[in-house]
């Protein structure tokens, strides 16, 4: 089974600062997917960011991006440039690659999340 | 962008009432989820359904049954629930024919559930 940590409950930015969320992953497949989510108070959950695992390339969106350390069994994500709509949930999750699941689909696109950070971006 | 809807947004009940959540999709996705969000613990999958024929169990069943009544709808029932179940509930989508392979899921605005 897989495991998603996140060590950090809760952080804060001093809004235009950059910050860096933490997660680490347990797993022993070779071919994965690692997602942020973002749930502001809205509740709603929005997909930040993504990372194949074949790829050694770090995944980058506008401000967000990743560093994946394949090795280490580490993603974190960087936000540049905070903002005051920064101000959520983070979740980090994992989910296998389509090619390592069984006919059967158990488990198929399973979403594992690790607990969350909350983030404060402070004006 | 109101694709994957959820029904009630709140709901406040007794121990022992048997409560219905209702999700609903206008993306034409065939995989339907529920997944069970606690404080500080992250979402956990409930039930997940690949068509209307196919339901699996996930991670955390137990107290639950799901219904996939058509493509576009799926629902969570808590046949009598109990208080640890107040929670905040989603539903998300995806799409089998989605050539990405890691079929994104698109989630709901989520329930909140409250037995008291």
């Known amino acids: 089974a897989q495991t998603v940590t996140q060590s950090q409950p809760e952080m804060s930015v001093q809004e235009a600062e950059t910050v860096t969320l933490s997660c680490t992953y347990d797993?022993?497949?070779?071919?994965?997917?690692l997602f942020w989510y973002k749930q502001p108070p809205s509740r709603q959950m929005i997909l930040v960011i993504r990372q194949e695992a074949y790829k050694q390339q770090n995944a980058t969106e506008n401000r967000f991006s990743v560093n994946f350390q394949k090795a280490a069994k580490s993603f974190s994500l960087k936000i540049s440039d905070s903002q005051l709509g920064d101000t959520a949930m983070y979740f980090c999750?994992?989910?296998?690659?389509?090619?390592?699941?069984?006919?059967?689909?158990?488990?198929?696109?399973?979403?594992?999340f690790g607990k969350g950070t909350k983030l404060s971006v402070i004006p | 962008d109101a694709d994957v809807t959820q029904t009630p947004r709140n709901r406040i009940t007794k121990t022992g009432k048997r409560i219905m959540l209702e999700c609903s999709q206008t993306?034409?996705?065939?995989?339907m989820y529920w997944y069970r969000q606690d404080p500080g613990l992250g979402l956990r999958l409930i039930y997940y359904s690949f068509d209307v024929k196919d339901i699996n169990k996930g991670e955390i069943s137990d107290g639950y049954s799901v219904s996939r009544q058509a493509q576009a709808k799926f629902s969570l029932s808590l046949e009598s629930a109990i208080p640890n179940q107040t929670a905040l509930y989603f539903c998300a989508t995806s799409d089998s024919t989605d050539r990405t392979p890691y079929n994104e899921q698109f989630f709901g605005p989520g329930t909140r559930l409250t037995v008291l």
């Open positions: 999750a994992f989910m296998k690659h389509r090619a390592v699941m069984s006919d059967s689909g158990a488990g198929s696109y399973q979403l594992t």
């Open positions: 993306k034409g996705h065939d995989r």
């Open positions: 797993t022993s497949e070779n071919n994965y997917y």
